[in-house]
C-alpha cells in the first residue's frame, strides 16, 4: 500500500515507498515502483535472433489479436522448416518474458526466458534484452548474451519477382545456377522462390527460401534437405543478400563467390553477330539471332539462315559462360565461340569480356577478341536514308527511303521507298550479310547490294562499293552512295 494519498488521482504518480506485507508487518520497498504502460504500442511483428540452433527461439513472431496478462502476446507458427507452434509472452508471477512451444500433439516446452524486467516501463518486448536472456541446456536455464529481439523491419518495397543465382565454372554448388520465380507461399514469413528442373544437365528443381530454424537463407532441392548454398544468420533481412563473402557452399567453410540479381531484364527479341577479324567476309557464326524462348533460365536465341548447320547463342549453365554452337545440348554440338567469365550477363549484350574463337583441338577458346553481339533494341536507325549517284540502267534505285515497322525476318531495320506508286525496299538480307534494294520486302532477288558486312547494324553505316545488276551482270558502282 502506498498512502494515505488523498490527493493523488493515478497509483503511477505516487512517489514511494510502497509498504510490503512480509507475513508480520508492513515494510516498506523502496524498490517498488507502479509504472504506467497503456500509452506503449507494442509492435505488431518482432524477431528473435541469436538463438542455438536447437532451441528454435529464433525466427519472427506476430502479435496476436488476444493479450496475455495485459502485455502483448506473439507467436511464430509452424511452417515446412518447423513443425511446431512457439510463443513469446510475459508472465507476471515471475516477472520474465518467455518463449515456450507447443507441439503437434499439445505439449507445452519452455526454452527462454528474459532477465527480470518489472522495471521496463512497456508492454512489449523490445526491451527485455537489457537484462540478458537465459536459454534452457541440459536441465537449467544459462545466460546465452547473443540473444535479441527487435522490431521486424518495415516493407518498404515489393519482393522480386525473380532472383538469378549464378555460380563460377569452379564452384561445387552449380546445379544450384538459374533463375528462381517467386512463389505464392511464405516460409519463415519470407518468401519463396523456385527454380524448375534443368533436363539438359540432369538438374531438378530447387528452392530458395528461408530456414527459421538456423537463420539462413537456403538452396535445396527440399525444404528438410541439406542445402546446397546457404546465407546467414540474416534474422534481420526480408531478402537474400546478394554478398558474395556471406553464401557458403556446402561442406565448405570459405565464401562462395556468386552472383545474385534481383533485376529483370527482359529478353532482346533479336541480337546480331559478327566477327572483329573479317566481318566482310562468310564466317560460320556470323548473323541474327532470334529469340526461341529460354534455357538454363537465360534467353536462348537460333541464326536466321537458309543454310542446313544451324547455329545457337545460349547460356550454357554447367560452365557458366555464353557460347555459339550447332546443337542446344550441353553435351553435344560443334561449339564455334564462347564469352568467358560470363555467367553475371543477364542477356548477350551484358558480357563484358571479348567472345573467343573456340578451338576443339585445344579444348578451349582461343585468346583474342573473335565475335561482337549487339541487341536490336539499341539500334537507333535513322529515319530516313537517301541514295544518289546511280546513272544508266537501274537508277530507280536512287531516291529518299523512309524506315518501316519492323518485319518478321531479321532483326535490322527496314527502309522504303514509294515513288508514285513504284516501289523499292531497302533491307538486311540475313542469308549473305548484304543490304540490298529490290523491288519487293525480303526478296531473294535484288536490283543492287552492298557487302557482305556483318557489322553494319543499319544501312547509313555501310561504306560500300554498291553493285548494281546491269543487265545480267552485277557490277561495282562506285558513284552510288548511301547518306
Known amino acids: 500500500r502506498f498512502g494515505p494519498a488523498w490527493h493523488i488521482q493515478s497509483p503511477d504518480a505516487c512517489p514511494g515507498p510502497w509498504k510490503v506485507w512480509n507475513g508480520k508487518t508492513m515494510m516498506p520497498q523502496r524498490q517498488m515502483r507502479v509504472l504506467a504502460n497503456s500509452a506503449i504500442s507494442p509492435p505488431e511483428r518482432v524477431f528473435v535472433a541469436g538463438g542455438p540452433a536447437g532451441t528454435g527461439i529464433n525466427g519472427s513472431y ?6 496475455f496478462c495485459a502485455r502483448a502476446l506473439y507467436m511464430k507458427a509452424a511452417d515446412a522448416t518447423c513443425d511446431q507452434q512457439t510463443f513469446l509472452y510475459f508472465r507476471p508471477r515471475t516477472g520474465r518474458w518467455e518463449i515456450t512451444s507447443r507441439s503437434a500433439d499439445g505439449l507445452f516446452c519452455q526454452h527462454a526466458r528474459s532477465g ?3 522495471r521496463t516501463a512497456s508492454s512489449s518486448p523490445l526491451q527485455a534484452s537489457e537484462g540478458g536472456w ?16 527487435d522490431e521486424w523491419p518495415e516493407e ?18 552449380r546445379e544450384a545456377n538459374g533463375q528462381y520465380h517467386l512463389a505464392d507461399f511464405l516460409v519463415g514469413e519470407r518468401p519463396v522462390y523456385v527454380r524448375k528442373a534443368i533436363p539438359e544437365f540432369g538438374w531438378s528443381d530447387m528452392l530458395l527460401f528461408f530456414h527459421a530454424p538456423s537463420g539462413y537463407f537456403c538452396i535445396a532441392a527440399d525444404f528438410a534437405d541439406e542445402p546446397i548454398l546457404r546465407c546467414g544468420p540474416a534474422w534481420h533481412r526480408r531478402y537474400p543478400s546478394a554478398t558474395a563473402s556471406e553464401w557458403l557452399a556446402r561442406g565448405s567453410d570459405e565464401g562462395v563467390e556468386i552472383e545474385l540479381s534481383v533485376a529483370e531484364r527482359e529478353a532482346p527479341q533479336c541480337v546480331m553477330v559478327w566477327s572483329h577479324d573479317s566481318p566482310t ?4 557464326c556470323q548473323g541474327d539471332y532470334a529469340y526461341i524462348g529460354d534455357l538454363g533460365g537465360r534467353p536462348a536465341f537460333e541464326r536466321l539462315r537458309s543454310s542446313k548447320e544451324s547455329y545457337y547463342l545460349y547460356f550454357a549453365p554447367g560452365p557458366g559462360r555464353w557460347v555459339i554452337s550447332s546443337s542446344l545440348c550441353a553435351d553435344g554440338g560443334h561449339i564455334h565461340a564462347v564469352a568467358p567469365d560470363s555467367w553475371s550477363a543477364q542477356v548477350p549484350e551484358e558480357v563484358k569480356e571479348p567472345w573467343q574463337r ?15 553481339v549487339q541487341s536490336a533494341s539499341f539500334l537507333r536507325p535513322p529515319s530516313r536514308v537517301f541514295i544518289s549517284g546511280r546513272c544508266g540502267r537501274n537508277n530507280s534505285i536512287n531516291g529518299d527511303y523512309f524506315l518501316q515497322p519492323p518485319v518478321e525476318r531479321g532483326c535490322r531495320p527496314v527502309y522504303k521507298k514509294d515513288d508514285k506508286g513504284f516501289v523499292k525496299w531497302l533491307y538486311f538480307w540475313v542469308e549473305t550479310g548484304h543490304w540490298q534494294i529490290s523491288m519487293s520486302c525480303m526478296d531473294r532477288e535484288f536490283l543492287a547490294r552492298a557487302g557482305p558486312d556483318w557489322s553494319c547494324a543499319t544501312p547509313d553505316l555501310v561504306v560500300g562499293p554498291w553493285q548494281v545488276f546491269e543487265g545480267c551482270i552485277l557490277a561495282v558502282d562506285e558513284k552510288v552512295r548511301l547518306t
Do not use: Y
Open 116 to 118: 527480470r524486467c518489472w
Open 358 to 372: 573456340f578451338d576443339s583441338a585445344q579444348g578451349g577458346p582461343v585468346p583474342g577478341p573473335f565475335l561482337s
Open 134 to 149: 537465459e536459454v534452457w541446456d541440459q536441465g537449467a536455464f544459462k545466460p546465452c548474451g547473443g540473444v535479441t529481439v
Open 62 to 67: 506476430v502479435r496476436q489479436k488476444k493479450d
Open 156 to 173: 518498404v518495397t515489393r519482393p522480386p519477382h525473380l532472383i538469378t543465382v549464378m555460380c563460377p565454372e569452379a564452384c561445387q554448388a
Open 281 to 284: 567476309h562468310e564466317r560460320g
